[in-house]
């Protein structure tokens, strides 16, 4: 059977003065309708540069220069561009991976769907409605009417996911480019869109290039897998054959770097608590989601313990409470109520003023690097600012900022450039070098590693690992990614709801599984089989 959707040794030339000449070279993917093929790989390997080819949406400078993309016999690469709006929505259509950035923040998620059948069919407003809220429950949104009425960022992150899988579907594609739609959300919401995508290919029939770096996404969906590497296709094949007897060293080195399930033998614990914290307490009350007078226990009587030296892992899904935890903990947010100690000291009251005193007793890893980052800023001036604000001369300060930067794996000459001008891992480096420039007594990591490539995931677990040793740190991790966190941590506490349901060593925790919600979060962890399989 001919495929649906063939691209022929396709090559797409970057513009000069990149760090390669070609984004792809002689790339060649076939896609058969109702099969799912997942595209795997490194950021820079050319994965997402395949999905903007398809739909002819590369950046300036981009060029095609040779081979096809055949899509029902016509080539993609040279049709016109009033053409390729047509088939834009109505055969071809890509969910993009972050959908707050692709979604409009001044339109109403119902006018931004509709929007799909106002440009692409005659149908009247009614019936665009009435559509559109179909879709919405398609996707299985909670009360569609109420969710086309919202603006983006009224929603959660699963639901603007799921809004952006309802636009993509909205005209009953042929082919669907999934561009990471799972990255960075919790491992229940992406159990439910994996399995939303899935439903609807085997429903509808649709041809699906799924683009991910999560080889348990792989094992759960697909019906092929192409691994990508430095713009060229390195394997291909079964996800039988390409997971369990992978060829290319590059594939064995992807699939070594996932973490396993199963975690290491327990370290020793210090009987010094270096934090403590009873009974704290955050409520949210104002308008809530869709009106007035919503009252959200984001965090409820939460009591932890974190030994010197240990890391305490605090998993759960978007919502839980997990990251307002972590900022009641560095005072970015006041708790309602509740002790926190840090060397038997509360810093839950503590003055502003005595806070910045005691800089070096609790600093902070954020999510999104790029977004903790002043984008004017060089990346040795981000790092030095702490020492700066505490009266550090400048060349001091700018000193230890590149030492920090040597003690994070970072170039020490690279302390002048700009956010931008790093990776992904190398700005998640330079948050870190920015937290311990004040040297602190506990850190809390915000989600350090969720957007990132499993290589460069593993490389940032092995320094944190590396620097607590070396360093003495105690560390607080805030995860939604289970995985890891039976790799990184000695103990884990698992939230819903604004409450820790249960707690323990990793082992104890992830072994016993006595609370119904550890189990549930357990066993939606995509890939399980392969892990099985894969890490003995």
Do not use: W
């Not at 929007?115 to 569609?144: N, Y």
């Amino acid at each position: 059977m001919s495929a649906l959707l063939s691209i022929e040794n396709l090559t797409v030339r970057l513009p000069a003065g990149a760090d390669r000449a070609y984004a792809m070279r002689n790339v060649s993917i076939d896609v058969h309708a109702g099969e799912i093929v997942c595209v795997v790989g490194e950021s820079g390997s050319g994965k997402s540069m395949t999905a903007n080819a398809l739909m002819r949406l590369l950046p300036p400078g981009v060029a095609f220069e040779s081979g096809r993309i055949l899509f029902e016999g016509r080539d993609l690469t040279q049709i016109g561009d009033a053409q390729m709006r047509r088939l834009r929505g109505e055969d071809l259509a890509m969910i993009f991976q972050e959908p707050m950035t692709a979604l409009n923040p001044l339109l109403r998620i119902g006018d931004q769907i509709g929007e799909m059948f106002r440009i692409h069919t005659s149908m009247g407003a009614d019936e665009i409605a009435a559509r559109t809220l179909d879709l919405l429950g398609e996707v299985h949104i909670p009360d569609p009417e109420r969710a086309a009425k919202a603006y983006p960022h009224e929603l959660s992150g699963g639901q603007r996911q799921r809004a952006m899988i309802a636009m993509a579907l909205a005209l009953d594609p042929k082919v669907l480019i999934a561009d990471e739609p799972t990255t960075a959300l919790d491992v229940t919401t992406q159990a439910q869109i994996l399995r939303l995508i899935r439903e609807m290919q085997a429903r509808k029939g649709t041809a699906v290039l799924f683009i991910t770096h999560d080889f348990g996404v792989v094992a759960e969906i697909a019906d092929r897998v192409v691994v990508m590497q430095h713009g060229e296709v390195v394997e291909q094949g079964a996800p039988g054959q390409v997971l369990r007897a992978p060829r290319h060293p590059y594939t064995r080195q992807l699939i070594d770097a996932v973490p396993a399930l199963t975690p290491p033998p327990p370290r020793p614990l210090a009987q010094e608590t270096i934090l403590d914290l009873q009974d704290v307490s955050k409520t949210y009350r104002g308008r809530g989601l869709f009106g007035r007078g919503r009252v959200v226990h984001a965090v409820k009587d939460v009591t932890l313990r974190l030994p010197k030296g240990a890391t305490l892992g605090v998993v759960g899904e978007s919502g839980s409470g997990k990251s307002t935890l972590a900022r009641c903990i560095v005072r970015l947010i006041e708790p309602d109520s509740g002790v926190v100690r840090v060397h038997g000291e509360d810093m839950a009251h503590l003055s502003a003023r005595q806070l910045r005193a005691r800089a070096d007793r609790v600093q902070m890893v954020f999510q999104d690097p790029f977004a903790s980052l002043n984008p004017r800023r060089t990346a040795g001036e981000a790092v030095a600012m702490g020492l700066l604000a505490r009266g550090t001369p400048r060349g001091q300060a700018l000193a230890r900022a590149r030492e920090l930067f040597g003690l994070v794996g970072l170039d020490p000459a690279a302390i002048d450039r700009h956010p931008h001008e790093f990776s992904g891992g190398q700005r998640q480096r330079i948050g870190l070098a920015r937290a311990l420039a004040m040297e602190p007594d506990v850190l809390i990591a915000d989600e350090p590693v969720s957007a990132l490539d499993v290589s460069v995931q593993a490389q940032v677990l092995r320094l944190l690992d590396d620097l607590r040793a070396r360093l003495g740190l105690s560390i607080v991790f805030i995860t939604h990614d289970l995985r890891v966190a039976a790799q990184v941590c000695d103990l884990v506490a698992v939230m819903k709801d604004g409450e820790v349901v249960e707690s323990g060593t990793v082992a104890q925790v992830f072994g016993e599984r006595r609370h119904p919600y550890t189990r549930d979060l357990l066993a939606a962890i995509p890939g399980q089989d392969f892990d099985r399989a894969a890490k003995g």
